[in-house]
């Protein structure tokens, strides 16, 4: 494992890196990859709106989801022109393979604060698995001009997943969360055995 991939375990929190032979696949399928990135910033965006329409009391979270709608798709758009320029067209979103059997690790149900907890876990790791790749993208990508894109893409999204935890912890008792978190880390590690083998960006 190189330094960097190291440094972002450490800092995210994550309990398994993304085998760098997922680079490799990518790089045979740069289309591909753009349109599953593009309908990821777009599936970002709608999970802030989410957080809006289902939590609307919790008025600094519901401040925070305005920017971050407006940042999403300010990405989505990024990666749509990639998209355009080389000649291609967005086509139809494909399942995501890794955020359903994320959202399997809690249960159904319960109290509506629970569901708030749940939620904002799953966007904060969503967030960290996501800005490790951008980094491994942009480390070993042989096309520059998209390695700097990713660099440049990793930088503004570095901070989501804190942003997420800390609204957890912020809302709900501070053991309680990190408990959770610990717990759906490791089953996310368990996911991503099983993953790193299409050209998708959670895949």
Request: aromatic residues 10%; neutral net charge.
């Amino acid at each position: 494992m190189k330094n960097s991939q190291k440094e972002d375990i450490k800092m995210l929190g994550l309990k398994l890196p993304t085998d760098p032979r997922w680079v490799n696949i990518v790089e045979k399928n740069i289309k591909e990859i753009l349109i599953d990135h593009a309908f990821c910033e777009q599936k970002a965006a709608s999970s802030a709106i989410s957080f809006i329409v289902l939590f609307p009391e919790y008025t600094e979270l519901v401040q925070a989801m305005v920017e971050l709608v407006e940042e999403e798709m300010s990405h989505f758009k990024m990666v749509h022109d990639k998209i355009i320029e080389r000649g291609w067209t967005l086509g139809l979103p494909q399942k995501d393979e890794y955020v359903l059997s994320l959202r399997r690790f809690f249960p159904k149900g319960g109290p509506i604060k629970d569901k708030l907890i749940h939620n904002l876990l799953y966007a904060a790791l969503i967030e960290a698995r996501s800005c490790e790749r951008f980094r491994l993208l942009s480390e070993e990508l042989k096309e520059k001009e998209l390695a700097r894109f990713y660099h440049k893409l990793m930088i503004s999204e570095a901070h989501h997943y804190t942003m997420f935890l800390n609204f957890a912890r912020k809302y709900e008792d501070r053991n309680i969360v990190d408990r959770k978190w610990q717990n759906l880390l490791a089953y996310e590690a368990e996911i991503m055995k099983e993953l790193s083998k299409t050209e998708t960006m959670h895949g």
